[in-house]
């Protein structure tokens, strides 16, 4: 179309234009409409298909192999590119992997903060955050990092990586790193992918080492979590950190005094400010009794709770872990890309997995090695035969046609020690013997030569040693990473028993209950009907009625239970010590009773008969009682 169509063109010319049919119905139809027709229900199901296998294999989850995301490895890998023992700003970073990584700079950032903040496969200089206060880092300008030692150690091999185009075709980029450690139990990972979602806890790299060196042995091991913000973790439902498993984290609080507690240490995956958002909400709420929360924390966290006159320390702390983020449960999901699809693994199947990859990683590096040196020592050897047998002084030699007549007559005059060598002699090797320069053969020395291929013979039969003992090589190889960083990373959160705290013994009885007779409601917004007692939101309470029926109720605002109430109080479960004594008369005629009872425990809203279910029997005394406590 070449003209631009005009407001005042008529129907026939903008068709005309633009190569359509009008129908009796007026709308312009294409007239090649009929050989482009496409279903969209199909396409609908397919595209979502490959988005969702995308997002699961390409940016989510992360991979067994090495325990990276693609992000985070494209990040190692650009950061390897440009490794020259100093540091980098990270702005030149981010830019240096979008030519690997095609979804922006701000992805990139993001997960190469996050990696920064682990401390172990990035070293960091300057404004990264803070994963205590949940501040965030300076700009990538202005911060910069390095690959660190132990990254460069474990994690690099370009002789072993496998590698792939870039998206754009332009660069290769790594499939996987060949990592000789479990990085994805080290780093722990997080993701949420289209329809399923990981979540890997970070583990101690001294625990790892001992549990992969206890594997390789074939004795049991167990792992787990270690978190760089402390706390305590309760790891009876863990579940080997396998889908349906349950963490109970916790901060560390201590009693500085006995109006102050102090939060020492924090719950992974909390900050300082969402913790202390929560007991601020608890004691709104009435649920915790204090008088303000202070936050001083600097270098460590300290946040200090302080009480009111009368306020039990003990009870605080109690309350602090049943309303607050003190205490929170964290569900691991041990999601991994194994064999190019995800699989739900154990925390115990990863750390195999990863051993078993680390030993034969180490086994293709010494392969790798040997062939280098047997190439080495082939080619010394050639070298010296060449030299003192001074077949480059031949005559025929010197006087050849051709290059082809002087490598024939080299390949001639080498024929008899060809025996002797580690492979046979090809038309490349002659020609690079045809290389070596004067100066080289005048300083030939044959003890130096005689001395080289004996050092290299040796290590050649040191490796095969090692190829035979694998197993005692890979135990090696995990007590030089734990005796060279171990001691960087010393374990952060307690391994303990959390006892259970049932929110009804510590929670502040924060709200008054009271009971309108007359229209048969009880709740805590009846101001101005009779006071019954004092309450929490989160009670229970039972209720007593004049035919000889009981119940529980959840406290509530305004809630209707009928009329001809006998009594009400709050409901303790598994209490035995508060006896009912009731006398009724069974029946209209019949006798009276006398009964004494406890309830420990009852189904909310389900109606019970302390009666013999007589009809129209009527209970006329019910009094509560309160033994003491046995000692």
């Known amino acids: 179309m070449n003209d631009e169509i005009k407001d005042n063109d008529t129907l026939d010319e903008i068709e005309k234009e633009l190569n359509v049919e009008t129908h009796s119905d007026y709308r312009p139809v294409n007239r090649f409409d009929a050989a482009a027709v496409h279903h ?88 990264w955050g803070n994963i205590l206060t949940g501040d965030r880092a300076a700009a990538p300008r202005y911060i910069e990092a390095r690959l660190s030692k132990f990254a460069l150690d474990v994690v690099f091999n370009p002789k072993t990586t496998e590698w792939q185009q870039s998206y754009d075709g332009r660069n290769r980029e790594p499939i996987t790193f060949p990592a000789k450690f479990p990085l994805l139990l080290a780093q722990g990972a997080e993701g949420i992918a289209v329809g399923l979602s990981s979540k890997l806890l970070p583990h101690n790299l001294n625990e790892i080492c001992d549990a992969a060196i206890a594997y390789l042995r074939g004795e049991d091991f167990q792992l787990y979590p270690d978190f760089p913000t402390g706390g305590s973790i309760d790891v009876s439902k863990y579940n080997d950190g396998q889908r349906g498993g349950v963490l109970k984290v916790r901060a560390k609080i201590e009693k500085q005094d006995n109006k102050t507690l102090v939060i020492k240490e924090i719950p992974f995956s909390k900050t300082t400010t969402t913790l202390i958002d929560s007991i601020l909400k608890a004691i709104d709420k009435g649920k915790i009794k204090a008088k303000k929360v202070d936050d001083n924390t600097a270098a460590e966290v300290e946040i200090q709770v302080h009480l009111g006159p009368g306020i039990s320390s003990d009870k605080t702390l109690d309350a602090l872990y049943a309303f607050s983020d003190c205490e929170v449960n964290i569900s691991p999901n041990c999601c991994v890309i194994e064999h190019n699809k995800p699989c739900f693994l154990t925390v115990s199947d990863v750390l195999r997995y990863s051993v078993d990859s680390t030993m034969g990683l180490l086994r293709r590096e010494l392969q790798i090695r040997k062939d280098e040196l047997l190439e080495q020592l082939f080619f010394s050897s050639l070298e010296k035969i060449f030299i003192e047998e001074r077949i480059y002084k031949d005559k025929k030699f010197e006087n050849a046609e051709n290059m082809d007549a ?165 409901f303790k479960k598994n209490d035995k010590r508060t006896i009912y004594n009731v006398v009724y008369r069974d029946g209209r005629q019949g006798f009276y009773y006398y009964k004494r009872f406890n309830v420990t425990s009852m189904t909310r809203d389900k109606e019970y008969d302390l009666t013999q279910g007589t009809q129209a029997q009527k209970s006329f005394i019910l009094q509560p009682t309160r033994m003491a406590k046995q000692k």
């Open 406 to 570: 002087a490598v024939n007559h080299i390949d001639d005059r080498l024929a008899p020690f060809k025996p002797d060598l580690i492979r046979e002699v090809t038309h490349d090797d002659i020609l690079k013997l045809m290389e070596i320069k004067m100066q080289r053969i005048l300083k030939f020395s044959k003890d130096k030569a005689d001395e080289l291929i004996a050092k290299m013979q040796a290590e050649i039969d040191e490796i095969d040693r090692d190829l035979a003992q694998m197993v005692s090589v890979t135990i090696n190889w995990f007590q030089f990473i734990k005796d060279k960083y171990g001691k960087a990373h010393p374990r952060m959160t307690e391994i303990k028993n959390f006892d259970t705290i049932e929110a009804t013994k510590v929670v502040e009885a924060n709200e008054k209950l009271y009971i309108n007779r007359q229209e048969g409601f009880i709740g805590t917004g009846l101001k101005k009907d009779e006071f019954v007692c004092n309450c929490s939101d989160i009670d229970d309470i039972i209720v007593f009625y004049r035919d000889g029926k009981y119940k529980i109720i959840r406290v509530a605002d305004k809630i209707f239970v009928g009329k001809n109430i006998l009594h009400v109080q709050v």
């Open 40 to 127: 969209l229900s199909g396409m609908y199901q397919n595209w979502f298909l490959d988005y969702a296998s995308y997002v699961i294999l390409e940016r989510a989850v992360p991979h067994i192999e090495d325990g990276l995301k693609p992000v985070q490895r494209r990040i190692l890998h650009s950061m390897k590119r440009m490794d020259d023992g100093r540091y980098n700003k990270v702005a030149n970073i981010v830019g240096h992997t979008m030519q690997f990584h095609p979804h922006g700079d701000a992805s990139i950032g993001d997960a190469l903060v996050q990696l920064g903040q682990k401390e172990l496969l990035i070293d960091t200089q300057g404004n």
